[in-house]
């Protein structure tokens, strides 16, 4: 199953951290929502700093359906 990253575009601020932390794998859309783009992008480690970093805690990274933020 591997990794799964899930943004809640409703809780999602559009601060573009996760944009420096984890380059490729988000992106801002037009409305300035963060986006998943290419999960394999990037390390996992990258991915879930990323998410822990998001100051509105909108990423859920999960791992073959566990959950790892």
């Not at 601020?13 to 290419?38: K, R, W």
């Not at 700093?49 to 990423?59: D, E, G, L």
Request: proline share 4%; net charge negative.
């Amino acid at each position: 199953m591997g990794l799964e990253v899930e943004i809640d575009r409703d809780v999602c601020m559009g601060s573009g951290n996760c944009l420096y932390v984890a380059p490729g794998v988000f992106a801002l859309d037009e409305d300035g929502v963060a986006t998943v783009v290419d999960p394999d992008s990037s390390t996992e480690d990258d991915i879930v700093v990323a998410a822990r970093n998001c100051p509105t805690h909108a990423i859920t990274v999960r791992r073959d359906g566990v959950t790892l933020t």
